[in-house]
Each structure stands twice: as C-alpha cells, then as structure tokens.
C-alpha cells in the first residue's frame, strides 16, 4: 500500500511539474438598475501591492476630483456605489487611466516574488468610464528596470445609465503567472471616453509555490520510507 501511495503521489509530482502554461482571464461586473449598486467586490489589504506608491505615474489620475494613483493599493473599493444625481458619485475611491488619464503605473515590489494572481477593480457611476484597457508588464530580479510583455486586458461591459462595476482576475494553470518578479508596470491603452475609473490592483504571491510542493512531496515520501525502515527492524 504504501507503494503504490508513493508511486501516485509521484505522478502527481510530474503531473504538477509537466503541466503547460497557459494563462487564465476571468472577467466579472456588477450592475442592477438603480442608481445605488451595493457590489460584493472584496478587495485585499495584504497584497503584495498594498500600501505601495508606485514609482512613476505618469498622466492625470485625478480627473474630476478622483482619488490618484493612490486609492490602487489602499485595500479600499467603496460600497454602494451612487450617480451623483442621487447622491454624491464616490470620485475619491476611483483613479482615472487611459490615454486621457493616468497612462501608466510602475510599482517596484523591493523583494522579489513568485507572482500568483493579479485582480484590477473598476468601475464608474455609468457605464462610460467603467472599461478596463490596459497591458501588464514584469521585471525580473536579475533586471528589474527591464520589463516584459505578461498579457493585455481590453473588458467592457454592456451599456448601462446606472452604476456599473468591474473585476478582471488573471492567473495562470500553472500557478504560476510570472517567477522571480522585481516590478510590475501598467500601461493604460485606448478606451472609452480617454479615461476609466479604476478602484484597485490586487497581486497576490503564488502560494503554494509549485517547486515547495514537489520538494514537499518527496520529503514526505523519504519519511514514509524512513519510518518503514524503522519499523522492518527486527526488535533487540
Ligand atoms: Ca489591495
Ligand atoms: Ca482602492
């Protein structure tokens, strides 16, 4: 029995080990035809982005008196959202990015990580600013002023005159989107209107790490045989 525990739990090694790469895109919005949108939009304050100021920022993130680069990273998405015709539009928990806004966002993570998942939140009192437009990029430990293509997201969701908001997560089968990362770099591309209203950019660490399971899984597999030695010795 325990043979054939080691052998799956081999296979699920190589399994794990072979599987390809291919990167997942999941997007989501909110909206429910009033003027008072209650979202269920949970955002992280223990990300690896939290707190962070970005390093450049170049454009205009506060377009109609939002809330800068700032709100990004502050574990904030403000719940309900309102149009301003029925109450006061929450501008300050919105950043505005686009060709006509903030066109580009640098953070620096000081240590580097496994990357495992990124969510960006967005959103607008209607659904003229709530398109998401942007490309990633990552920097590596060994270069981290140099980034490199991770994917570009383009999400507009249908057209509404109420409060509409957004969530697009993006990840990888593997578990792994992007090794050893020093930076990330947001660049904002063409949308509606110029510019969107963004609320927040979660990234997360890849947990567990791929490489810590399969060397998990083989010192759990040399106990086990340590233990069944142990045990075979014939008693004194
Ligand atoms: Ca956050
Ligand atoms: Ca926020």
Redesign the pocket.
Known sequence: MNKTFSHISLALILTAAAAPAALVTVTDFQTNGTDTLAHPYA???T?L??GLAPTAQPGNFVQEGAGGAGVL?D?LFASPITRDLGGAFQFSTFATAGPGGGTSLTYLLGVARNIGSISVYGGWQDSGRDQQSYSIFYSTAAAPGTFLPLTTVNFNPGTTTHPQVTKVSISDTTGILASDVAGLRFDFNATENGYSGYS?I?VFAAVPEPGSIGLLGLAVLGAAAGRRRQQDKPRA
Do not use: Y
Request: proline share 0%; charged share 30%; aromatic share 0%.
């Open positions: 955002v992280s304050t990300d982005l939290n990273t574990g927040e979660d």
